[in-house]
């Protein structure tokens, strides 16, 4: 027999997400180790495994991913997102699920969970909801950017186009969808920022939904900085240039098409390397006045800490971001960062006392903000300090698990104030 008490403080959790090893900071597969000293066991289910990996599993049967494409097409047709997907049923039955005490869903919105199974997977077991973005709370975008219709159930949308595109507009249906299974479930949310916090508590679809902001947590040991030289010599890049980082992505978040613009304005006297991740071939135009070293897509935590050593200022411009942990590596580093404003990143920065926000959409003011950062040295220095300062007393790893810890033992706390003893000795046998 387990008592109540013992089953408090040791307990199981499932963590279900969309992708495995891209985003694992996201998705709690980077917590697992720190809640297992808190206690606490993780299993992790993912619908893209790309590797074999100790407690992760996924849904390989063929049948199950056949009806799964089918689906998807069926959903891009019809304009809908995450609503017939089938497979929730399957989920109930993984031994992982039935083991579990407490589910902790993330990226649930990347075509194989409908909303539609939430009311029954959160009547069977307790659950919370990462919110990496406010997909959520619209009709169909990512990102709202201005538009306030999320707020009043979307239709007439302004831009099918942008992430996740539709071709007509389902908006209102897509909402109002959501609100029937919301309504019919029980969860908690747990975002990452002020920023994500306010527009969740904006949003009708989650009225009365408990909130608990949780910054995401880096291993600090592990992502400290190191020597810039070695860096540059691994990736290539010359001794004595001064190095811009960015992210070579054309879409409508990054603001990559500002970056080039503020680039094309800028006039120093200082050897400049132009350092990108993700798309190649974007910065062509470059190449002739600095040396343009593009790594592409990198899934590497080696390379990516060479990348961060070998950074003099991180361009992050990004036009809408939930919080941007890519600039909180960079802060762990000792870099300073600029970003726009508009979005979780001033806040997550700590704008103006270590990184820098500039009006959003503005090249020009980007430009002054890099022109300034290259000719202040010292400034350079004494911002990437107190970025590192500040990375830790907020985004340690070990902070992050200790407060996930406590929500989930306040909604475990929760239900067994609800259950028989009995029943709760049963369920933790």
């Not at 808190?38 to 009806?67: A, C, F, Y």
């Not at 909801?129 to 950017?145: E, N």
């Not at 949780?214 to 400290?224: A, H, Q, S, V």
């Not at 001064?242 to 200082?270: H, P, T």
Request: aromatic fraction near 10%; hydrophobic fraction near 40%.
């Amino acid at each position: 027999m387990v008592s109540p008490e013992e089953y408090m403080q040791n307990f199981k959790v499932l963590q279900v997400n969309g992708y495995q090893s891209p985003g694992r900071r996201f998705n709690g597969l980077s917590l697992k180790p720190h809640l297992a000293k808190l206690g606490i066991s993780s299993k992790h289910l993912v619908w893209e495994q790309d590797r074999l990996e100790e407690d992760v599993v996924t849904l390989s049967n063929p049948m199950v991913r056949k009806v799964n494409r089918f689906t998807r097409g069926v959903e891009r047709t019809l304009a809908l997102q995450s609503q017939l997907y089938t497979n929730g049923r399957h989920i109930k039955k993984l031994p992982e699920f039935q083991a579990a005490d407490l589910v902790h869903y993330h990226i649930i919105h990347s075509g194989f969970l409908s909303m539609q199974s939430l009311p029954a997977l959160t009547e069977l077991k307790p659950t919370v909801w990462t919110l990496h973005d406010p997909w959520a709370m619209t009709g169909h975008c990512i990102h709202p950017f201005a538009c306030q219709r999320w707020k009043s159930g979307c239709g007439s949308c302004p831009d099918l186009n942008t992430d996740f595109k539709i071709n007509f507009d389902t908006t209102a249906l897509n909402y109002w969808l959501k609100s029937i299974a919301y309504r019919k479930s029980k969860f908690e949310v747990i975002v990452a920022s002020s920023w994500m916090e306010n527009m969740v508590k904006q949003s009708p679809l989650f009225e009365n939904v408990p909130i608990h902001k949780i910054p995401f947590g880096l291993d600090l040991e592990y992502f400290k900085a190191r020597d810039q030289a070695q860096a540059k010599a691994r990736l290539g890049i010359d001794a004595d240039r001064l190095v811009l980082c960015f992210r070579s992505v054309m879409n409508d978040f990054k603001g990559l098409q500002y970056v080039i613009e503020a680039l094309e304005q800028l006039q120093v006297d200082v050897p400049i390397c132009l350092l990108t991740l993700n798309d190649k071939g974007r910065i062509e135009q470059f190449k002739s006045r600095f040396q343009v070293v593009e790594l592409g897509w990198i899934n590497d935590d080696e390379v990516m800490r060479d990348v961060y050593d070998a950074t003099d200022i991180f361009l992050m411009p990004s036009l809408a971001d939930s919080f941007g942990l890519m600039a909180v590596e960079a802060m762990t580093f000792g870099k300073p960062t600029i970003c726009f404003e508009g979005t979780a990143l001033p806040e997550v920065l700590f704008a103006p006392e270590a990184g820098i926000a500039v009006k959003s959409r503005d090249s020009v003011a980007l430009h002054n903000a890099i022109q300034h950062l290259i000719a202040n040295p010292a400034e350079r220095l004494q911002r990437g300090i107190r970025s590192r300062q500040l990375a830790e007393q907020h985004y340690d790893i070990r902070q992050q698990a200790e407060r996930i810890a406590e929500v989930y033992r306040q909604m475990l706390g929760s239900q067994k104030q609800t259950q028989p003893a009995t029943q709760l000795n049963d369920a933790s046998q």
